[in-house]
């Protein structure tokens, strides 16, 4: 086995590349670098890995890797990873996952403009722009979807579960094409990645090689309430919501006027009432794929 090198030498020049659009401004990035990649596996080795099976859908704690820039831009080896994370057979599950993406797209390209359940793609995506602007925005009025929406316009980045939960919100709450997801989190995310990409959220569509079923249909609040039950996530990511008791941190709606008063936060002003009625949403979206599925001889 060859020794790791010291120094790499570099080309003569580089080729020239476009700048970030300036409509897209992180605030908060993680450092960069190769160095700073093993600074955080040494920290989630020692630190998180053991407990990452019963930590890593709390959006509020500290229990994931953070590796998944490091590993998108090759600043460390999957293999290696694995071998370091080997005790936490769900953690090394996910770098599976990873791997399985990589292959559809090598096999199916067609995923990136198509959805790999073709009867799928029959779906009538028929939610309004302004529910697309508002998502993006983080101004939904489920503070869940919100606090995750504005940690990846901040950051660059998601907690895995918030990623899932916004996912289904878009396609399902809100009726809106899964490409519309994807191509924001492309370009957002610092550790986007055509095949991880487009695999997540053709998971969560339900149109993709082992989705959720298209009637698994992710209540914003329930999701909320068990994953960040004190509402330390929404509060870190949502201002508006900072004085709102745990009661009605995730359905801050149903507040009495004179808490809104109190709290400073009035539904309608600081912080918007849900865009859509989740329980008439599902009931739009079954009946959307269920057409979808319909039209497609053997498909039910």
């Known amino acids: 086995m060859l020794a790791a090198p010291t120094r790499l030498k570099g080309p003569d020049g580089w080729p020239a590349s476009d700048p970030l659009p300036p409509s897209r401004p992180l605030s908060q990035l993680l450092e960069a670098g190769e160095t700073a990649?093993?600074?955080?596996?040494?920290?989630?080795?020692?630190?998180?890995?053991?407990?990452?099976?019963?930590?890593?859908?709390?959006?509020?704690?500290?229990g994931t890797s953070r590796l998944s820039q490091d590993l998108r831009w090759g600043l460390l080896s999957p293999l290696e990873v694995v071998e370091r994370c080997e005790s936490?057979?769900?953690?090394?599950?996910?770098?599976?996952?990873?791997?399985?993406?990589?292959?559809?797209?090598?096999?199916?390209?067609?995923?990136?403009?198509?959805?790999?359940?073709?009867?799928?793609?029959?779906?009538?995506?028929?939610?309004?722009?302004?529910?697309?602007?508002?998502?993006?925005?983080?101004?939904?009025?489920?503070?869940?979807?919100?606090?995750?929406?504005?940690?990846?316009?901040?950051?660059g980045w998601m907690h895995n579960r918030a990623r899932m939960i916004v996912a289904s919100f878009l396609t399902k709450d809100l009726l809106i094409d899964w490409r519309e997801g994807e191509r924001h989190f492309m370009d957002y995310l610092v550790d986007g990645d055509l095949a991880a990409n487009n695999g997540g959220w053709q998971w969560a569509a339900s149109t993709g090689t082992d989705p959720q079923p298209y009637f698994r249909i992710f209540n914003p609040v329930l999701q909320g309430q068990k994953f960040d039950p004190e509402g330390e996530y929404v509060r870190k990511w949502v201002s508006e919501l900072a004085r709102v008791p745990r009661k009605f941190i995730h359905e801050p709606h149903k507040m009495p006027p004179g808490l809104q008063e109190m709290v400073g936060c009035r539904i309608g002003r600081e912080y918007p009432a849900p865009i859509v009625d989740h329980a008439q949403a599902r009931d739009l979206a079954l009946r959307a794929y269920e057409r979808a599925l319909g039209k497609v001889p053997g498909h039910r």
């Open 37 to 62: 990649a093993r600074r955080r596996l040494e920290k989630f080795v020692r630190d998180a890995v053991e407990d990452y099976a019963a930590r890593r859908d709390l959006p509020g704690c500290p």
């Open 88 to 155: 936490s057979a769900t953690y090394v599950s996910e770098l599976c996952w990873r791997d399985f993406y990589y292959h559809i797209l090598w096999h199916h390209p067609r995923v990136t403009r198509q959805a790999f359940r073709q009867a799928l793609d029959q779906v009538a995506w028929e939610g309004p722009s302004e529910h697309l602007a508002a998502w993006k925005d983080g101004r939904t009025g489920y503070p869940i979807v919100d606090a995750a929406m504005r940690e990846l316009k901040a950051t």
